[in-house]
């Protein structure tokens, strides 16, 4: 098979299967396997691949038609111009949480340090990208998932090693407790309803539950992170969240009654309540 054809046989599998953006996904896998972009992998496009190559590419084709996620697949994904490792176990970033970070990096514009600790952490992708972005950022990551503090120890230590990785429960008091003096606190917590739990998008049915159920109407972490959280804040730090859909009225709603003030929410570019934010 020529590079050409192989290229032509993925893109047709995962059409085939359904698989939106096929012909970039079928570019991701192969420049994953040949380390080589594209463009210079078609350049000679009629050059034989190796057996071993098109078994390996068609293989992880196959198993990217089955609904198991492209970013699993490449060990890898993007995020705030980072790349970041990931795999079954921890959940993968997305784009909708750059809104996130964005929000934090407006907060602290101008300021020569930020103390911050970031609750269920996962890859980590948060705090290393805070931390790229602002000077003097120091603080901590905090994550119960054993599989996922695989994957957020080794982030930070190749994007922030300055952010400490904490093994922990967040919704403990005693968690919460043991920190203090905190100008930013972060959280894309678990918020997916028990309804939602039962229409995942296949895909999404790869990632951990863990880091998805947020309880029978999806605010659980909500509520108990605020009331255990808000006093490890210095006065005049700042509590962000990432919110799902039509969760943010309900969440400024748990901040306000925490005595946070400046609440609001941000969109995130879909035009989404993406943030729920409050000032201690």
């Known amino acids: 098979m020529t590079r050409r054809e ?3 046989h993925l893109v047709q599998l995962l059409r085939s299967a359904g698989i939106s953006g096929e012909k970039q996904e079928a570019a991701f896998l192969l420049e994953h396997l040949t380390a080589a972009a ?6 000679d496009g009629e050059a034989p691949v190796p057996h071993a190559v098109q078994e390996q590419a068609v293989t992880l084709c196959e198993k990217r038609t089955e609904g198991y996620p492209l970013q699993y697949l490449l060990g890898e994904w993007d995020f705030f111009g980072l790349t970041f490792s990931v795999g079954e176990g921890v959940l993968i970033p997305r784009a ?5 970070v964005e929000a934090v990096l407006r907060l602290r514009r101008g300021t020569d340090a930020t103390k911050i600790a970031d609750l269920c952490s996962g890859s980590g992708c948060i705090p290393a990208a805070i931390a790229n972005h602002l000077p003097g950022v120091s603080g901590y990551a905090l994550e119960k998932s054993p599989e996922a503090m695989y994957y957020l120890k ?5 994007h922030a090693p300055q952010i400490i990785p904490c093994s922990a429960d967040v919704l403990l008091p005693e968690t919460a407790a043991e920190y203090s003096g905190l100008d930013i606190i972060t959280s894309n917590p678990p918020y997916l309803t028990a309804a939602d739990m039962t229409v995942l998008q296949k895909e999404v049915t790869f990632e951990p539950a863990l880091a998805l159920f947020g309880g029978e109407d999806g605010l659980d972490f909500y509520r108990t ?3 255990v959280w808000k006093d490890s804040l210095r006065k005049g730090g700042w509590l962000l969240f990432e919110v799902g859909i039509r969760q943010h009225t309900d969440v ?4 306000r009654s925490h005595g946070f003030s400046e609440v609001s929410s941000v969109r995130d ?10 000032k201690r």
């Open 6 to 8: 192989l290229f032509a």
């Open 38 to 43: 594209l463009p210079l992998f078609l350049m």
């Open 96 to 100: 909708d949480t750059e809104t996130l």
């Open 154 to 158: 080794e982030n930070l230590q190749r």
């Open 225 to 227: 992170i605020t009331a």
């Open 252 to 255: 400024e709603h748990i901040l």
């Open 269 to 278: 570019l879909a035009g989404i309540y993406r943030i729920v934010m409050g």
